[in-house]
């Protein structure tokens, strides 16, 4: 059983251009959330999406946006890339409404460097 | 902001117990607790989460304090492949999708040979 899916693993972009990070979900999950880990941090939390809508949002920028698909894939997107989003995307999957949850599963991410 | 206090880092030897400290002195009600780890260029990986009583599982045990205003994470015998950071985190009841983790800066666990 496959785990959380990101692509790419690893990205280098020039400031000011634009990126799109993708996830997939763990099978069985339809909630996907993101985050960003800067080096030597812990993960900030980014956005949440089910039923391909944003249900809540951390203390992020409208430059990062997201979109969640029918098969509950969900891609993370990044405009005017700033030296500072250099970090550790990771995407994150849940079950929702399935009773006890064990949290969530976490993809290995995706390391964006922005020169 | 993080509702949780953890030790920077933490040495253990191999093949003895680590025992992992957290403090959430201003823990709600219907607030569990949860652990996570992260080995070095992974995502986090979910160790165990509790409410109020001690919990165990094929990896660890949660140990909660009556107040639950803290709690111990054992790693009953820690191997190298232990070596992680550690976090702790309170979160309100999980059936909720609009409730998300805040992560502190977590424990830096070493186990040394």
């Known amino acids: 059983d496959a785990g959380v899916t990101q692509s790419p693993t690893h990205l280098i972009k020039t400031r000011g251009q634009q990126v799109t990070l993708r996830c997939s979900p763990k099978?069985?999950?339809?909630?996907v959330s993101w985050y960003q880990q800067a080096l030597g941090q812990g993960p900030q939390f980014i956005f949440q999406y089910y039923e391909e809508e944003e249900r809540q949002r951390g203390n992020f920028p409208d430059r990062f946006s997201g979109h969640q698909f029918p098969n509950y894939s969900s891609e993370l997107n990044v405009n005017a890339l700033l030296l500072g989003d250099s970090a550790l995307y990771l995407c994150?999957?849940?079950?929702?409404?399935?009773?006890?949850?064990?949290?969530?599963?976490f993809g290995s991410g995706t390391r964006l460097t922005v020169v | 902001d993080a509702k949780t206090t953890q030790p920077t880092s933490m040495d253990c030897a191999e093949g003895r117990a680590a025992n992992l400290p957290c403090n959430h002195s201003?823990?709600?009600?219907?607030?569990?607790v949860y652990w996570y780890r992260q080995i070095h260029s992974q995502g986090p990986q979910y160790i165990i989460h509790?409410?109020?009583n001690n919990e165990t599982n094929e990896m660890a045990s949660l140990i909660i304090t009556e107040d639950r205003k803290s709690s111990t994470l054992i790693l009953p015998h820690a191997t190298l492949r232990d070596t992680a950071v550690y976090y702790c985190?309170?979160?309100?009841?999980?059936?909720?999708?609009?409730?998300?983790?805040?992560f502190g800066p977590g424990t830096r666990l070493s186990v040394l040979p």
């Open positions: 099978s069985g999950h339809d909630t």
């Open positions: 994150a999957s849940n079950p929702t409404g399935t009773g006890r949850n064990y949290g969530y599963t």
């Open positions: 985190i309170v979160r309100v009841a999980p059936d909720n999708y609009g409730q998300n983790f805040v």
């Open positions: 201003t823990i709600s009600g219907n607030e569990y």
């Open positions: 509790g409410l109020k």
